[in-house]
Structure formats: structure tokens, C-alpha cells
């Protein structure tokens, strides 16, 4: 009972985190901007994101209000970049807040 019961918690357990990495971007999806410190668009798509006229292959991490992007080719090939989910309409990362264009 015991082995069965691990068994089923480890099975869940790998099921969860396979679960984790996706082509969709969740609540990324679609089309940000940002202005400052400099002016950007990104749009995030399934498995891509298209930035300064670029468009890379990518897989997304959702953890909670956390999505990490990690390019699967390009300059950036291997770099994952995390972006704060702050609301419908806001998103916080490591180069500044963007905002969903409307």
C-alpha cells in the first residue's frame, strides 16, 4: 500500500512538472509595450515571441504569476527570461514594466 501510494504521489508529482513547460504563453499572450528605459514591442505567440522585427521559437514556464521564456533559437538561444504577471494588463520583467497594447 505504501509503494502504491508513493508511486501515484511521484506519478502526479512528474505529471505536474511536464505539465509546467508549454508552446502557449498563458497570460503573456499577445502584444506588449514598453517605453521606458527605451521603446519596445513584443508580441507573444504560441511557441514565439516576435520582438524588434525578430521572430525566435521559444517554450514557456508558468509558476504562479511567473512565465519564464526560453529561447530555443537566435542570438538568445538557451536564455530564459522571466516576466511577472502584475495584472491583465501589466507585466514587470527584468528590463522594465510593459503594458498590453491595446
Known amino acids: 500500500m505504501r509503494n502504491l501510494l508513493f508511486g501515484t504521489l ?6 505536474g512538472l511536464a505539465a509546467c513547460t508549454s508552446k502557449s504563453p498563458g497570460p503573456l ?7 521606458d528605459p527605451f521603446p519596445v514591442t513584443v508580441s507573444f505567440r504560441d511557441g514565439e515571441v516576435e520582438a524588434l522585427g525578430t521572430i525566435n521559437r521559444v ?37 522594465g514594466t510593459f503594458h498590453r497594447a491595446r
Do not use: C, H, Q
Open 59 to 95: 517554450s514557456y514556464k508558468r509558476y504562479w504569476n511567473e512565465v519564464s521564456v526560453t529561447y530555443e533559437e537566435g542570438p538568445n538561444k538557451g536564455a530564459t527570461f522571466r516576466y511577472t504577471v502584475i495584472d491583465p494588463d501589466t507585466i514587470r520583467s527584468d528590463s
Open 10 to 15: 511521484t506519478g502526479i508529482a512528474a505529471l
Open 29 to 35: 499572450e499577445g502584444t506588449w509595450k514598453m517605453s
